[in-house]
């Protein structure tokens, strides 16, 4: 029994002494910073964002958004248990479906445009299908494995979605079979949001372990741990090109991780930002990143040089989510205040 406990305590060592060697090869190679880097880069003019549209239809909180591929509808959940899908160009309400759960978190539109998802308290990922014949949307799905909320849900296509939940795993769905195909587990703690890559092949969670990691979907691994934060990270989102993300916190920190260099390349903090932050997302370019705040704000942060562009305030309660439309012509925040605003 002994010898047993001397190989533990033997191969704890020598994984300190891996892990050591693996930070002092990777800060020989750190060789300069994406803030150094970029300081020939011509600073970015003042943003002027303004408010286009205000979408005026839930009756209590809003906690998730998500933009269609069409870049012109958009999926909003609240906590008043409707989902409402939006023609954000005319304000219209194209669908308003009533959800058997009102505590819904997170929802989701699939890429082409016939389905949209959501979940939460309930622990179950609901699919609608918006292209019946019948007229009234309803359920066609109800996706049940996790034993924790649902935090985020991501299509990859009508078949396939990928979700997130407070029982630190995630999972990749069949939707026709109605089953779970594969399980992430790796995160200490809730995993509260992830982000699909551009190729469909890699993901990204962010979780109450203050950890954000990198999946592998045809190998079922996690590849990469990414730290630093001090506190949950509440949104992740990957960087347009899909070789890096960002990441937001209740730290009051956005941070933005290469997976090519494995390593934090910059933080966007300010002085003056004390609350945490609830969601994430980037233009289409990259060069800049919006992200939602506790104090009722949307701050737009240059991405290589680490400074705060503009400040966006209308909203008069928390700004729980916010979304970049695929053409990158507009931003939508949601927030607690029971409205969405479409700012370009």
């Not at 924790?148 to 029982?167: A, E, K, N, P, V």
Request: proline share 2%; net charge neutral.
């Amino acid at each position: 029994m002994s010898d047993i406990g001397e190989r533990i305590v033997a191969a704890k060592r020598e994984a300190e002494q891996l892990k050591e060697r693996i930070k002092s090869t990777r800060e020989k190679l750190a060789d300069t910073t994406l803030r150094r880097t970029a300081e020939k880069v011509p600073a970015l003019p003042k943003v002027s964002m303004k408010v286009r549209r205000t979408l005026k239809g839930h009756l209590a909180k809003i906690y998730a958004m998500h933009w269609a591929e069409d870049e012109r509808h958009l999926v909003s959940a609240s906590q008043d248990g409707k989902l409402i899908v939006w023609d954000a160009f005319s304000t219209n309400k194209i669908h308003a479906i009533p959800l058997r759960s009102s505590w819904v978190m997170t929802c989701a539109y699939a890429p082409s445009g016939n389905y949209v998802a959501c979940g939460g308290l309930d622990n179950l990922c609901s699919i609608y299908n918006l292209r019946t014949k019948e007229g009234a949307v309803k359920v066609a799905r109800e996706l049940s494995a996790h034993t924790g909320y649902l935090s985020c849900c991501r299509f990859i296509s009508d078949r396939q979605i990928l979700t997130s939940s407070g029982d630190m795993s995630c999972m990749l769905w069949d939707i026709d079979a109605g089953v779970k195909i594969m399980e992430f587990n790796d995160h200490t703690g809730d995993v509260m949001s992830l982000s699909l890559s551009p190729n469909k092949n890699i993901f990204v969670s962010g979780a109450c372990d203050m950890t954000a990691k990198v999946w592998d979907i045809r190998s079922g691994r996690c590849v990469q741990t990414f730290t630093g934060h001090e506190s949950d990270i509440n949104a992740v989102q990957f960087f347009p090109n899909g070789d890096a993300f960002g990441t937001g916190s209740d730290d009051a920190s956005c941070r933005l991780f290469d997976l090519r260099a494995d390593s934090e390349l910059n933080q966007y903090t300010h002085d003056n930002i004390l609350c945490g932050i609830t969601s994430v997302g980037f233009s289409h370019s990259g060069r800049m990143l919006f992200a939602g705040y506790d104090d009722f704000n949307c701050n737009v942060w240059d991405v290589l040089k680490g400074t705060r562009v503009a400040t966006l305030s209308s909203h008069d309660n928390r700004v729980s989510c916010l979304g970049v439309s695929s053409d990158g012509m507009a931003l939508a925040t949601g927030s607690w205040d029971s409205l969405l605003k479409i700012w370009g």
